[in-house]
């Protein structure tokens, strides 16, 4: 069966680094554009950072300079390498996967799981 799970989140201080992973089993990741989310209690999924097949990066406004998203093929695995952490990074950081059709590994209005959550204390 095809999944993603999420590893590496923690409590960590302000200023503080934590790198992420997203490890994708029963399936070849590198295939697939790779996108990491966060979601905190009362609000909408709110996409963080971007891999494309091709490892073309995209990232929200709000990491730019601060998060940083990367591939491991051979572990087949994303990761999402965050520094300089801030209080408003704090959620549950989940993962989804596209592959070139459009189709997902994770249903785009579904429930995802645990994800892993990220605590920055100020």
Not at 1 to 6: A, C, D, F, G, S
Not at 56 to 78: H, L, M, P, Q, W
Request: hydrophobic share 30%; net charge positive.
């Amino acid at each position: 069966q095809e999944r993603l799970v999420e590893s590496g989140g923690g409590l960590v201080q302000s200023g503080g680094s934590l790198r992420l992973s997203c490890a994708g089993k029963g399936f070849t990741l590198h295939t697939y554009a790779v996108i990491w989310y966060r979601q905190t209690p009362g609000k909408e999924r709110e996409l963080v950072a971007e891999i494309s097949r091709t490892d073309d990066k995209a990232y929200a406004d709000s990491v730019k300079g601060r998060f940083t998203i990367s591939r491991d093929n051979a572990e087949n695995t994303v990761y999402l390498q965050m520094n300089s952490l801030k209080p408003e990074d704090t959620a549950v950081y989940y993962c989804n996967a596209r592959n070139v059709f459009g189709n997902h590994i994770r249903i785009p209005t579904g429930s995802w799981g645990q994800g892993t959550q990220v605590t920055v204390s100020s």
